[in-house]
């Protein structure tokens, strides 16, 4: 029989790592309620703080209750009450929340689950948009929403982005005092501001898995953690606006790009590009979760957003079960439907490599080319990329060898420098291989 002593390090360990998930899970509803009731983001978020420290100093004792979600919202509101008592301009919303509470106590207050309802979604998604409101910054509007939305600590957000703690820590202090300067209303807008704002909170969860999805930077082709914690985000939106086509479009963008995550990295964590996967590995469930979720989309798209294209795309190699049998004609026309809805010079990339696959090499080679003097591509290393694989596949290896130097030059990943530094290699030796005893080259 273990020692007393023993037996509470075990209950602390335990009740800590329940806390750990609870964080993750009940934080921003928390945050979401509170902020409606005080009135202030900054003040909300501590009060949620507090009441998991509460958590932590009682739950080792008295166990962790049957609905520790209910316990923690109503020790976060009964603190509210002791805020409001402290501040007494809000006196009349100490009154409101008086009459709400009456006669509870703050422990095991299981009764309160019910009566959360609707009211804690509709305050959530209150939530969501303040911390995705446009007047922030991406990198704060980022920052605010792992934090707050998704429940990841400071440090944890510090790593998945390669900063330091203090950086973000920065971006989240800012971010609050920009909101409140701005006197951002708590408040899901409507009309066309819905549109706007929409677009804002989708960009944000977009941006956190491409950054899990293919990291710009470091020795990780990829961060999982931040996958899934968007498509979790993404998932929490299409609950949230069963009705908002470009939600589920992402949604459906962010499963059928996830169900390939295993098959994008060898046996020895070597990269592997999309056409030399084996699509073996790709993860069933996750690509009829995305179809599905695109099926949502088209069904309420009119006409589909930029999302909604993109994951279509992606269902495209999804439905194809060899790279040989990919409907690049389809996805050509895809790309041509996106870069109207949605234009950028990435999409026309994206474009040029589909009409290289549909139409031949030189078809994409042509557009490639119109984009090599565009400012916002200078510094992009698939621009490149993208070249130095049309090159090779018209047997100009030589300048194909170049165009992988310099986007290997251009990527802050270190695993993607090496797989392109690989083709460079490999293309310099068909160059050489291809040459005649007189120096020119085969054509």
Known sequence: MPPPAAGAATRRQDTERA????????????????????GDFSAAEELAQDALVAALEQWPTTGVPDNPGAWLTATAKHRAIDLIRREQRYARKLAQLGRELEGERPPGPEELAPALGDAIEDDLLRLVFTACHPVLSTEARTALTLRVIGGLRTDEVARAFL???????????RAKRTLARAEVPYEVPEGAELVTRLGSVLEVVYLIFNEGYAATAGDDWMRPALCEEAMRLGRLLAGLMDGAAEVHGL????????????????PGGESVLLLDQDRGRWDQLLIHRGLAALDRAWGLATPPGPYTLQAA?????????????????RIA???????????????????????????????????????????????????????????????????????????????????????????ATASAHEAGAGARPDGDAVP
Request: with cysteine.
């Open 19 to 38: 806390i750990d998930a609870l964080r993750r899970i009940e934080s921003a509803r928390i945050t979401a309620v509170l902020t409606r009731l005080v």
């Open 163 to 173: 900063t330091t703690e203090a950086t973000v820590a920065q971006r989240i202090v």
């Open 251 to 266: 949604v459906g963008l962010m499963e059928l790009q996830a169900s390939r995550s295993a098959a994008r990295t060898g």
């Open 313 to 329: 795309i992606a269902a495209c190699h999804a439905r194809a079960r060899t790279a040989a049998g990919t409907d690049w004609v």
């Open 333 to 423: 026309a895809l790309y041509t439907a996106l870069a109207e809805r949605a234009p950028s010079p990435v999409v026309e990339l994206n474009r040029a490599v589909a009409l290289g696959m549909a139409f031949g090499p030189e078809a994409g080679l042509d557009l490639v080319d119109q984009l090599r003097d565009e400012p916002s591509l200078k510094a992009y290393h698939l621009l490149p990329a993208a070249r130095g694989d049309l090159l090779a596949r018209l047997g100009r290896h030589t300048e194909a060898a170049a165009e992988f130097e310099r986007a290997a030059a251009l990527t802050r990943n270190g695993r993607e420098r090496a797989v392109l530094l690989g083709r």
